[in-house]
């Protein structure tokens, strides 16, 4: 069974650039028509897709948050990444790395438990 | 950016009730319309794919209907277990977006 899990710092300062890493468990990250995404909840609020990343590198990103993130993927560790610079408070969130059905980019019927990033000095 | 609209935002409900909540697209996106159970501090569950195709292991009160742009999840005989968020999200165009959730709770 597919199984997927968060990492990264719970606390960033402003200006700064929040990093987390998400392994998958049970199943390639490799596999065939497998896209990777990042999703965040700000606490009390509802869920805003931030991107989408193919093991081969390719990216989609929601334009809203396009000019500050970027995601990689590392098959050799069965990871793939997400980066956002210039954080603020509005940045803080529960991220959720997910896993869409193949092939495409939604929906999601794998989830991470999820990972609270807090923005504060 | 497609837009979607779920109605109501909060409803109260007792058990054995039937639900409905609704999701409203800006605009035509097709079938591409799919929803989540999300209950406290845990991630999102989905419980419908592309408006209307069941989920393995999603109970059989969970049923969707639409196309176009209006959608509906309904939920039969409410159990205590249902109390929830939930909302609906289109992958039809990018960026992919999600409704901004109804809250369930039950009496």
């Known amino acids: 069974q597919l199984h997927l899990q968060e990492s990264g710092p719970g606390l960033v300062k402003p200006s700064e650039t929040l990093s987390l890493s998400c392994t998958v468990s049970g199943g390639s990250i490799s596999c065939n028509g497998c896209y990777w995404g990042w999703i965040r909840q700000p606490p009390g609020k509802g869920l805003e897709w931030i991107g989408s990343i193919y093991h081969s590198g390719s990216t989609h990103y929601n334009p809203s948050l396009k000019s500050r993130v970027t995601m990689s993927v590392d098959t050799s560790k069965n990871q793939f990444s997400l980066k956002l610079t210039s954080v603020t408070a509005t940045d803080t969130a529960v991220y959720y790395c997910a896993r869409p059905i193949p092939p495409g980019l939604a929906p999601n019927d794998n989830w991470g438990q999820g990972t609270l990033v807090t923005v504060s000095s | ?107």
């Open chain 2, 1 to 107: 950016e497609i837009v979607l609209t779920q109605s109501p935002d909060f409803q109260s409900v007792t058990p054995k009730e039937k639900v409905t909540i609704t999701c409203r697209a800006s605009q035509s996106i097709g079938s591409s319309l799919h929803w989540y159970q999300q209950k406290p501090d845990q991630s999102p569950k989905l419980l419908i794919k592309f408006a209307s195709q069941s989920i393995s292991g999603v109970p059989s009160r969970f049923s969707g209907s639409g196309s176009g742009t209006n959608f509906t999840l309904t939920i039969n005989s409410l159990e205590a277990e249902d109390a929830a968020a939930y909302y609906c999200h289109q992958s039809s165009s990018l960026p992919i977006t999600f409704g901004q959730g109804t809250r369930l709770e039950i009496k």
